[in-house]
């Protein structure tokens, strides 16, 4: 009888895990895999697949300057984005890090970006607000300063997409804070009675507490940023002279403009091994620099 009701309760274990199963194997499995192959084939949707081995990738690294522009300009977002997004995320953690009135509301307003930023609506209105008769180069008329062409600059179209997704910083912002919740008060009142200062206390204290969060989020802004394509794409297109021209906007070119998607799905897996390169550079630095409360 316990033999039949464990196996009663296994089946109804799987029976409302099935769904996930279905999704994971179905929508992240198989087109894992599938992409691939595709990636090794001459592949059009109106015809079947033929296989080419590598010419993809060789076609990629030694005749398309597309793709060291795009390759270029995705570090460069990944570089000015990830940095500075931890950065603010932690500055408002510590701000919103008090028992105060209203607190709590405060702490929504912050985190309310990231529940929108990545959408379509945001990204047109972050056109409209940039653009030379916009929101923001409005106000600087009014204050006597020149036009600023955002969008239409080379100079200064990539970092005004990157500031969109700083703007997002509400996730991280929220871990960051429940890991300053665990930090111990009692170290900062030790350290207050041996004379340490707020720098010394950040970095001896809070940074080392923080470390894993740190960790963390670092990999998942990078994967994020690495991916990014809703905003370059409603944003510029990928312009001006190609000054933002993302390797997820060349992925979705090759893909749904040219009809390549053996080529497009070449890319895909190469912003799969980037990212996972720099993944793999990170956790064995880790030892280094993260800090684990069972570690000594």
Not at 20 to 26: A, H, P, R
Not at 64 to 72: A, G, T
Not at 83 to 94: E, G, N, W
Not at 137 to 143: A, M, T
Request: proline residues 4%.
């Amino acid at each position: 009888m316990k033999g039949r009701s464990l196996d009663r309760r296994n089946n109804i274990a799987y029976l409302y895990l099935l769904p996930w199963l279905i999704g994971i194997l179905g929508l992240q499995l198989y087109p894992f895999i599938v992409s691939f192959y595709y990636a090794l084939c001459d592949y059009n949707p109106l015809r079947n697949p033929k296989f080419i081995g590598f010419g993809n990738f060789t076609r990629l690294f030694t005749r398309d300057p597309e793709f060291w522009i795009s390759l270029r300009v995705t570090l460069l977002y990944v570089l000015y984005t990830v940095p500075l997004k931890l950065i603010m995320s932690l500055f408002i953690a510590m701000l919103l890090n008090k028992s105060r009135k209203g607190i709590g509301a405060l702490r929504t307003a912050y985190y309310l970006p990231s529940l929108f930023g990545g959408s379509v609506a945001v990204a047109v209105l972050w056109r409209i607000m940039f653009m030379d008769y916009g929101m923001i180069n409005g106000f600087l008329n009014s204050i006597g300063i020149s036009t600023i062409s955002f969008l239409g600059n080379p100079k200064t179209a990539l970092p005004t997409l990157s500031l969109l997704e700083i703007w997002q910083f509400g996730s991280s912002m929220v871990m960051f804070l429940a890991a300053l919740k665990q930090v111990p008060s009692t170290l900062y009142e030790a350290a207050l009675i041996d004379g340490a200062g707020g720098v010394k206390r950040f970095f001896k204290i809070t940074m080392p507490y923080i470390s894993p969060i740190l960790f963390f989020c670092i990999i998942m802004q990078t994967l994020n940023a690495m991916q990014n394509f809703t905003s370059v794409f409603v944003i510029t297109r990928g312009g001006p002279l190609k000054s933002t021209y993302m390797l997820g906007l060349k992925l979705y070119n090759d893909g749904f403009q040219f009809w390549r998607m053996g080529y497009a799905s070449a890319t895909s897996w190469i912003i799969f091994f980037v990212i996972a390169l720099f993944t793999l550079l990170l956790f064995t630095s880790q030892k280094h620099w993260v800090f684990y409360s069972d570690e000594n």
